[in-house]
């Protein structure tokens, strides 16, 4: 058994302290929201974000961001992407050398264009930073369904040490020293899916779907790539596995602001309807940051800048794809 603290209590943190906890461990929420916490211990419920899921009794919840972390061997840091930095920040005074955070959120910070780690390591100096990401929405692993992730380590020992506490009968745990390119496939695969939900709202089929998530996945292993992350990587859960299940799914907040957005609302606006973070539309801008910095084409999430940002209605973007110079599909495949 290991002492974990998990930093933030929306849906995905709230759902791996199940998960910790049902596999036998002394877990700790921290949340800076008084409400939120004193909900929690009074109905052992987060009946706004994770309706349905009964906690563990042996969970505890505070505020206090000292008493959270202090003793304990691992720190989930599960807040929203845009209030990484802050959070951390907060967190350094209390860190020692000895813990481990593993970050579980998704976004590339777009002041910085730096990944979450890297975020976290800017703020906390000597941090050991380790990632968790894959096709795993909260509200599935909250009530048992079986999930298969990956977590992302530089040293091999530190990849293995949190396999073993995360995994269960219902929570398989691969291990990969990529933290890079899952971060990468976790943060792009966002903006993809605000397109896939796009095209949705504008009552588009499943042809325009499969195109969308395939060439998507291109995309994001092109810079990726470019990047320094590794081809397999986006071949896998934290590539095309997580882009399958966030452009399919309607547990996804990023296709739902899509589809309001496909429908003609703002992302504004399509932000205060889903009434969730939408990690892709504080990615969208760093995307194509990057995309410029190295110096690599990336459609799909241009277009999606543009209806964000510049005012281009949904179905022109899409037209605009539709009508691009024609091109090969894999250039490096020579005629015989």
């Known amino acids: 058994m290991e002492k974990i603290a998990v930093i933030g209590a929306g849906s995905w943190g709230i759902a791996l302290a199940q998960l910790l906890a049902h596999n036998k461990h002394d877990v700790t929420v921290w949340s800076i929201i008084e409400d939120e916490i004193n909900m929690l211990k009074e109905k052992h419920e987060h009946v706004d974000k994770l309706p349905g899921v009964k906690l563990d009794d042996t969970i505890k919840y505070t505020t206090d961001l000292k008493e959270a972390i202090e003793g304990k061997k691992v720190l ?22 000895d813990q481990i955070i593993v970050n579980v959120a998704k976004g590339i910070e777009e002041a910085t264009l730096m990944t979450l780690s890297q ?111 590794k081809f397999e ?18 547990h996804s907040r990023n296709r739902r602001a899509g589809i309001l957005i496909g429908q003609g609302k703002t992302y504004e606006e399509a932000m205060a309807e889903v009434k969730m973070v939408v990690e892709g539309v504080y990615s969208a801008k760093a995307a194509l940051k990057l995309a410029q910095k190295y110096d690599v084409k990336l459609p799909i999430i241009e277009e999606v800048n543009k209806v964000l940002f510049d005012g281009v209605k949904a179905k022109d973007a899409i037209g605009n794809l539709m009508l691009r110079d024609k091109k090969l599909e894999h250039p490096d495949v020579e005629w015989s």
């Open 119 to 229: 975020v976290i390591e800017d703020e906390i100096e000597n941090a050991t930073v380790c990632v968790l990401s894959g096709p795993s929405h909260a509200e599935e692993v909250g009530r048992g369904l079986p999930t298969t992730v990956v977590v992302g380590a530089k040293k091999k020992e530190d990849a293995q040490f949190l396999q073993n506490i995360f995994m269960s009968e219902v929570f398989r745990v691969y291990i990969s020293p990529d933290i890079l390119g899952i971060e990468l496939g976790a943060a792009l695969k966002n903006v993809v899916a605000l397109a896939a939900g796009i095209a949705d709202g504008l009552g588009f089929g499943d042809n325009t779907k499969a195109a969308l998530i395939t060439r998507g996945i291109t995309e994001i292993a092109r810079l990726g790539m470019a990047m320094g992350g």
């Open 233 to 250: 990587t986006f071949c896998g859960l934290t590539g095309i596995g997580d882009l399958i299940v966030t452009c399919a799914s309607m």
């Open 76 to 97: 989930v840091l599960a807040v929203p992407s845009p209030f990484t930095r802050s959070t951390a920040s907060k967190m350094k005074e209390f860190v020692t050398e």
